[in-house]
């Protein structure tokens, strides 16, 4: 962890560099969406997510460079917000993912004081995630199931 690190609301200016992590093949392919979306659509969920009372996203910036990303994305009641996470892969396993996570989650608590639970969603062969959720104190409580039926 790097004393250097805070966290800050995304703003306009980081459109292109959230779509360029979010669309890193490396991120794709562990994404429970694993497309790429056009930059187009992209440019218009960015502009409505800044505006959107339901929504937060954050982002870590070191050298006007954004390394890691973070949404929640909150019921109608607020009592609960899903967490979507991503870092940049260059910067994998240095603790940004831990750091930014329970900052935003100290962040949204002191901002929406209904708030009882996060919860997220993770492919179950996706070990870095599996692990900083368990190390951020998330339990696991649901597997799902499919089967190809050809
Ligand atoms: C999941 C992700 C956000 C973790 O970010 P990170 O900055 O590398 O995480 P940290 O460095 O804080 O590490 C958190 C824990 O995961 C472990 N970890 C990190 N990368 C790992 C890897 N490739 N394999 C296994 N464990 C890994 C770390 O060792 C650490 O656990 P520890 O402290 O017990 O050792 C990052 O890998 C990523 O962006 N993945 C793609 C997107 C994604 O899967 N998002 C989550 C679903 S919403």
Redesign the pocket.
């Known amino acids: 962890m790097s004393t250097s690190w805070s966290i800050r609301k995304a703003s306009g200016k980081d459109c292109k560099a959230i779509y360029d992590i979010r669309n890193h093949e490396?991120?794709t392919k562990?994404?429970i969406n694993p497309q790429v979306i056009p930059y187009s659509e992209h440019v218009a969920w960015f502009e409505s997510t800044l505006i959107n009372p339901m929504r937060r996203l954050f982002v870590i910036e070191e050298n006007e460079q954004i390394m890691?990303v973070l949404r929640f994305d909150l019921t109608q009641e607020c009592t609960e917000a899903k967490?979507?996470?991503?870092?940049a892969?260059s910067?994998?396993?240095?603790?940004?993912?831990?750091?930014l996570l329970t900052m935003g989650e100290n962040q949204l608590k002191a901002e929406v004081s209904s708030l009882r639970t996060l919860k997220?969603?993770?492919l179950i062969n996706?070990?870095?995630?599996l692990?900083?959720f368990a190390?951020c104190g998330f339990k696991k409580e649901w597997i799902t199931f499919s089967k190809e039926v050809l």
């Open positions: 490396l991120i562990v994404s890691a967490v979507s996470i991503y870092v892969p910067h994998w396993g240095k603790g940004l993912g831990s750091f997220a969603e993770v996706n070990e870095a995630s692990k900083l190390k």
